[in-house]
């Protein structure tokens, strides 16, 4: 859990089911604005996709989540915390307790799987063990854990570049559950993957959801597993919010909103 630095903003009244706050979120470059007002909340083992042409403001959004990139305005409150306020130290502890999964898997390659894994305990694990990699007993167990969760627990002690990029993304996955996060953020994660791995990196991400409880919040190109595997869907289009309802319920005329041209400032 977060330590006293990381204490709930008194500002809002915390409602434990739902995770991630957005309020009016902006961000500008110079004189071209990326983000428009964009306002959501994401809930506790939700499975939100972001669904948006190039250049709508995507992966923007997610960094400004984390303050990757600083928002220009608007607030995100991610369990009652607000972001917006945090100092470095306050910062580095919210980053830990939020897994993320990249289109490019980010591993260390000459490392097995299992060690991977294990780097997603580097937050909790005193200097001396993450220096010596040395891992407590419970922590490879842990990690073992996580690989079993996505259907990787039989490639654990082979090395990452020997793997195909969904066995790699999977992975990725256990390493961001091994974080022992509340919420996973999957910028584009099955970008860049064949067909059938991209269908079952999305079926991993949707269990992790559905089973654990972990709150996914996705963007992706892939309008047919977005609608088949995602519980709810945000569409962007030039910044703005066009599109927010369950998957089920998203129409042909939504999707074309969501892709339309985008429109002069």
């Not at 584009?188 to 409880?213: F, K, T």
Request: charged letters at 20%.
């Amino acid at each position: 859990m977060f330590d006293h630095a990381l204490a709930p903003s008194a500002s809002l009244a915390v409602d434990r089911d739902i995770v991630l706050s957005l309020r009016d979120v902006g961000k500008s470059y110079g004189g071209t604005q990326i983000l428009r007002q964009v306002s959501f909340d994401v809930g506790k083992g939700e499975f939100a996709v972001v669904l948006g042409p190039s250049g709508s403001g995507k992966s923007t959004l997610f960094r400004c989540i984390t303050r990757l990139t600083e928002l220009s305005a608007g607030t995100v409150h991610y369990e009652g915390l607000c972001v917006n306020t945090l100092d470095r130290r306050g910062l580095a502890q919210l980053r830990s307790r939020i897994g993320f999964v990249f289109q490019q898997f980010n591993l260390i390659k000459r490392l097995s799987a299992l060690d991977n894994v294990l780097t997603g305990r580097l937050a909790s694990a005193p200097l001396w063990r993450v220096t010596c990699r040395s891992f407590s007993k419970a922590d490879r167990q842990l990690a073992l854990g996580c690989l079993d969760a996505v259907g990787m627990l039989d490639f654990a002690y082979r090395r990452v570049d020997g793997l195909s990029g969904g066995q790699q993304q999977r992975v990725a996955i256990a390493r961001a559950l091994a974080q022992q996060s509340h919420a996973i953020i999957a910028d584009e994660p099955i970008a860049s993957l064949d067909p059938e791995s991209a269908l079952l990196v999305m079926q991993v991400l949707g269990r992790v959801a559905r089973d654990y409880g972990i709150t996914v919040l996705c963007s992706l190109h892939h309008v047919d597993h977005a609608l088949k595997m995602a519980d709810r869907i945000i569409g962007m289009q030039a910044g703005r919010i066009v599109v927010d309802k369950p998957a089920r319920d998203v129409s042909p005329e939504d999707l074309r909103s969501i892709y339309a041209s985008a429109k002069p400032n």
